[in-house]
């Protein structure tokens, strides 16, 4: 597996999931365990650039896979959340920035959403579709407003 | 002989201008360290085994197979743990005992208190193999009667106590008399459901031991309180323990107290002489950390004809574990934001064989605004009355109650302001006659309060030879950013540029901060910086005075501190010159003392102002909160679309994180109004939802643009007229969510949260 552009290994139980083989074995602890089940968001990385709730995964699944989290990342939308404000504690904002990067991607490949009204063209990044399309990541400080205005102002 | 210090520079743009936040590239490049993220060699992994069943005696414990797991390298239970001193009950005259959250020594008793008490930690080389041992861990119980269900127990109301921060109730004349004879009333009952924190950061340890000194990274809003009572529980001195929480990933007061989690990762560090770690699951945060205690509430309110209140009643019934709890104080607002002619406000509460409630987030108000102000709004709708008219035509000169004078009180400016941002005006009075499409839309309002208070704070401000300074103080960051506001406040008082401003926090070696909680961080130590600032102008005045500087030639009074220097009518000189002059690398200014008779002077001076502020003023934040909903016809589903919130917060500091913190609480509040629910089985008091997808925090599709105002008028008995931000945001906004969904659909909803089946 590669971390972040460097190559890694490390003999891992079958059980252990990606996000624990991140924060507990390789010492990369960007991520953030918020539940452990797929419901926060906070452990979302970039797997081959797209992205992934790495709770939800067990790390041998991710063998010979690009793995990016929030410490490989360099992406204007950093400046803008700090700009936005679009943090608090900064708990969650690793998760919210690489899912924001991933989002953008699938955006630009004109992926639809579910706030999406016609499939067939490719939407255009309005609030309302940040905001469906980042609903999976949890920010419990409540910094929403910041994290949309963040993300909007680097989609232009 | 003392004499004023120089001045600072009163139009310093620093002050009130939106900063970026210090630690904000730290926070979004994965720098930020949580609890949970220190290595230590030979570190190894904890996990609890918490009980199934709300009261029994163990009378045994397997622990064969999870010993037998590989990598298990212990499994403490009753049975072979060491003895742990008992935590005294939270009281003066040592504040820090309010840091305990249950009387029950665990693992140091075969009795079982509540459904989820921690019957033995598993202590593995991994966090995997802790887990899945703990599964394999078998107690047996003797079941013994237990009280769990909330709504059963509410005929045995006791009165409540008072909490170190709000009286119990309070009356005046003859209010049940006035409601039977008012001309309008109304007198409903309300009922909140428990509510948790979540922050998203889980509760998390990490504990190392060298001989009998301890450190530990720890997730909490009270370091000091955290060390003090780990001190006691392991009989250590003080002085031997460390804590750091250098970024704690969120609190609301979930992380205020030192819950068994903290006690059990430190004592399993003492047992397997390995640094330990400890990092709640999810689930583990809900059975081991208190939440916010259910309510049942009931308001009435009488008034003429006119709208003018003669009658308030506010009284409400809360939960405490029979092992501790934080009695919830549900009528605080009602002493304050209505000038009726006869007030009852009663608070009683019943005691549950139940983990202790704890406080979350504006604890009192959050809930109480709710009800009141949804009471207020059925009132104005019997009268025909505009619901922010009936609120100015009640609103009081004076603290209602005992007449006590308010230090300033602009809430009639915020409504003025919102209602303007809102379009107010265009609000058609009659429920239902609003509509977009097929949407219903409802706009509603209610006011927010929350009271202003202090803690001590100890801090050193230090002053380098380069100009630079170095604020220490071992205070909290959450998330409000306190850290660059309180650089802020240095880089004001010392007239030196933001940049030059360094902050230490988050940790018990540094001189002893406030605890993070009641909205008083930014105040309590907005006054020592300030008055160490002082200090530290005043020593660099003397400095300069006897190295023959321009600046000692001139009278303090006639000097300001700008440009990185004092500067006067005969000139002036920078900080870096009069100390190299002077031939000093830096120049120290320290308030408040961390020695034994200190800290009791502290305690005792904080008590004392306590007491004599409160005889003098009314203190606090209030705002206005504007709502607008849409609800769905057909399926009663509750969008809220637009918000305003209007607030008088004193002095802002930063109006970037100031703006943050307050559209925080509202967020939280379209929580408590729409979705947040802790579900309790009534027959084994039992939490069934004790994860995030069970319980639902509001997500981003669920909030719209926050505007947030403010009156922005300094309060002037506030350091730096400060009032408190944290908390203010909250309150109000269950109302004014539930004023808006009746207005949308005429149907008043008592019991939250407003679900869409209430609707249909
Ligand atoms: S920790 Fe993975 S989604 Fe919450
Ligand atoms: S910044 Fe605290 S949870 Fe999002």
Redesign the pocket.
Known sequence: MRVNGAETSAELEPRVSL?DALREHLGVTGP?????????????VLVDGRRV????GLAVQYDGREVTTIEGVDHPVQRAFVRNDGLQCGYCTP?QICSAVGMLAEHAAGEPSAATERVTSRPTLTEAEIRERMSGNLCRCGAYNGIVAAIAEVAG | MTQAPPAPVTEAPVLGAPVDRIDGTAKTTGQARYAAEFDHPGLVHAALVCATVPRARLVGIDTADALAHPGVLTVLTHENAPTMRKSPSPGLPDISTMATATSVTYLNTDEVHWNGQPVAVVVATTSDAAKEAAALVRPSYEPLPATVDFQAALPDARPQKRNPFSPAGGAKGDAEAALATAPVSVDLTFTTPMHHHNAIEPHATTAVWHGDRLTVHECTQTIDWTRRRLAHVFGVPVADVRVLAEFVGGGFGGKGYLWPGTVLAVLAARVTERPVRLALSREEVYRTVGGRTPSTQRVALGSTVDGKLTALVHTSITQLGRIGGWPEQVTSQSRHLYDAEHVLLRQRQVELDALSTTTMRAPGESIGTYALESAVDELAHRLGMDPIELRMRNEPDRNPLGGTRFSHRRLREAYALGAERFGWAERSPEPGSMRDGRWLVGWGVASAYHPAQMFPANVTVRLFADGTVLLRSAFHETGMGQPTTQAQIVAHELGVPFEAVRVEHGDTALPTGPPAGGSMQTASLAASVRAACADLRRSVHGLARRSGSVVGRQRPADLVARDGGLFGPDGGETYAAILSRAGQSRVDAKVGSDTGLGRVTGQLRFAARMVRDGMRWVRASTGAQFCEVRVDPDTGEVRVTRWVGAFDIGTVVNAKTATSQLRGGIVMGIGLALSEETLVDPRTGRIMNPN?SGYHVPVHADVPELDVAFVGDPDPTMPLGVLGAGEVGITGVGGAVANAVFHATGRRVYDLPITLDKLL
């Open positions: 996000l953030k365990k918020g539940c452990d089940q797929g419901a926060c968001g906070a452990c979302t709730v790495s709770c939800l998760g | 995030l």
